[in-house]
């Protein structure tokens, strides 16, 4: 940069020299204090910082006053200069400093409250002359504030959430734009105070809320600031950053609510009015509600069905049978896969009643333990290498359908019988199929025909679907569409074919597109290629074999209710959760006298139980439940009771009413080799 000669400045010189210096240092001030003035970590620091300094704090009221004053300022205050978001640590910042002077400034945030409330009022005024675009940015502000906690702050909370919800189209457009902006941080901050919101008003005995007869509009508007939330939860993968889709769910909507919400839903149709209901919501219903949900619809069909077997019989003059209520399956152990197959084949027409479960040449009568086992063992058997019925993945430890199996559809029908009978008797199955299996199986949700041209489990491939099913190859081919050199073609020399290999040994060849291996891949079409490949693997290779297992799960679970699940509800109703919490099924435990929880023996077990390695706890629950996962939710009704036997027997499982009978052993040492010595041999005894 070019200086002036001092000479030529003349004695003037040091003062322009001064002046220069001055105003240089006046405006980096004048930065600085700007800078402070946008960010609460100065300001709003400094401020609290002087005030427990001088021990008064009306100036740090003061500030709170002015930021919460008009629009202006709360954007001035909120907003980072630096992007078009908000500044979180900011936000972060107020909220501390109003817990940390609730002694000194207890009226504080009643204040906040206040301005809050006023300044919601002038900007839902018709002649607010706020520009659109900042009453968004003012909205977004205060619905991300955590000052909305309190059932007291709900109906100033309820005028925000409308002048939110109704904003017109291109102001929620820009609504849902910032939400996508921020991402977990926002959904952090939001979901927890709108759910709650909607928790509290759907409790009816509330007393601190308006009468609902005045109010009816809350949760419906509330919903559906949730169902913007979800979208951008979904469109950013959200999870990614640990946040769970569980976030949304409203614990009170579950039980009869539920379902007279239901069927209130599907009476109405496709048709059906524009009002209000939670099964347009599905993401606000828990896991646990659609399991139950789904248990109550299952209980009900298995009823309409044995009703009407019976009164068949009785109109055809029949002598009727006493188990005419009950799907009776009788299997070998040593034939258990072709006995079973058979069966479900001559009563595809009754797998909607209750199943019971026998081994031949075994006593005993199935009370739910025998079903439990013969789920686990078919199962077993149908994942063994020989069944020949599945890809397994040793990177993901999942299995997929092999397409080139062709011969395997009639066993495939009994997996997925056997997916929907365990859902119609409560039973957990433990199978190890990628999410995007379950995404197929809702592919309609209902099925709509049996004809060969209805498209069943057809979805939209993403690359994060091919990825549940091979990652190897799904990063591949995100390298492929990455690759920013110059000798594409040269580097992966690929044509539209893709080679699979045999069981027997050896490649075969498919084409992507009509004369694929005459078309080479170019930087133009490689994302064509992609989304062929992902189509093909996904989709199109496995098409019968799919086709089949869909439509086995649905003869047996074609309720309407599988509309409200999603992939991952879908998973975790049929496959349960791994992880056992010892502490959770402690807590859940129920006793017979003389036990009780400070019983000395009860005491030694639960001591045994959590010192166990996780290996040993989950057979612990196969041995005790029948299975070795755990219902979604967590939720497990254990019972213990006091064993008939003297020390030297060992403990008894009866996993149909999950019951275990313990003798009281003399110490930790004798339980803990008396009780592995029951759970490791337990297969086929020790079980009833």
Known sequence: MHRPDTACLGPKQPLLTAALSLSRLIRRRLRIIADRWCTMEGSLVEVYRKCCRKDNFSRLESWFTKSFQTPANLIQVFVSPHSPGLNFDEICMASQVVSKTRKQLPQLGKLILQSLATLILDLSKEECQVPEDDKVRCYFIMMNLPVFQQASTYLIFSYLIRAVANLGHASWNEFYSLVKFHGPRTLSNVVPQLRQFVNARLDPGHKDLPPLDQCRWWIPLAAKILQCLHMAFVSTKAHRSGLKSSMFNCWRIDGAMLVSDFQAWISEGPNRKKGFGFSDYQFLISTSAKRNLLTCVSEEEMFTEAKKHLQAKVKNRQKLDPNIMLLEIKVRRSKLLEDSLEAIKDKRHELKKKLRVYFEGEEGIDLGGLSKEWFMLIVREIFHPECKLFVYNPETRLYWLDGAEKDNQSQLFLIGALMGLAIYNSTILNISFPRVLYKKLLSPPVLLGCSDDV???????????????????????????????????????????????????????????????????????????????????????????????????????????LQLLSPDDLEAIICGENALDVKCLQKSCSYDPPFNISHPTIEMFWQVVVDLDTAKQQKFLLFVTGCDRIPVGGELALKIKKSAGDRASLPVAHTCFNELHLPEYGDKEEMKAKLLLAVENSEGFGIE
Do not use: W
């Open 455 to 561: 498209d069943l489990g057809g979805i939209h491939a993403t690359l994060d679907d091919l990825a549940e099913i091979d990652p190897t190859v799904a990063g591949g081919l995100q390298q492929l569409l990455d690759y920013d050199g110059d000798n594409f073609e040269g580097d992966f020399c690929l044509d539209f074919t893709i080679s699979v290999p045999m069981r027997a040994g050896g490649v075969k060849c498919y084409t992507l597109k009509t004369d694929g291996q005459s078309i080479p891949v170019t930087k133009a079409n490689r994302a064509e290629y992609v989304r062929r490949y992902t189509e093909f693997t996904v989709n199109r290779h496995v098409q019968k074999q799919f086709r089949a297992l869909y439509k086995g799960f649905h003869h047996v679970c074609d309720t309407a209710a």
